[in-house]
């Protein structure tokens, strides 16, 4: 059994930036594809970033491209989420994803394991 554990989020200005942190156990960290999504109230949850096991391979949602970078310390069995200039539109909880398949990257159904989320609010 995979666990994640978020931290990372918080409040923080529009144009500000955050960085989310993911902490893997129970499984080798570097057989799992990673993802991030995210979850606005009223919203379905949607796809952020992705990284592939190597790490060699990224794959970003459509709100996230340009701002957003996703990347492994698989020394810390960790995964990260840089946001750089942040909306308010980006407010959401923040949800890290694990999978022990490659190949799809982009729906929840990829993913077996799930953290239980960290809030982020962006204020205008």
């Known amino acids: 059994q995979v666990q994640l554990v978020e931290s990372g989020g918080g409040l923080v200005q529009a144009g500000g930036s955050l960085r989310l942190s993911c902490a893997v156990s129970g499984r080798s960290f570097s057989s799992l594809t990673m993802a991030w999504f995210r979850q606005a109230p009223g919203k379905e949850r949607e796809f952020a970033a992705a990284l592939s096991r190597s790490g060699y391979s990224t794959y970003y949602g459509d709100s996230a491209k340009g701002r957003f970078t996703i990347s492994r310390d698989n020394a810390k069995n960790t995964v990260y989420l840089q946001m750089n200039s942040l909306k308010p539109e980006d407010t959401a909880v923040y949800y890290c994803?694990?999978?022990?398949?490659?190949?799809?990257?982009?729906?929840?159904?990829?993913?077996?394991?799930w953290g239980q989320g960290t809030q982020v609010t962006v204020s205008s």
């Open positions: 994803a694990a999978s022990n398949f490659g190949g799809s990257y982009y729906g929840r159904g990829a993913y077996e394991y």
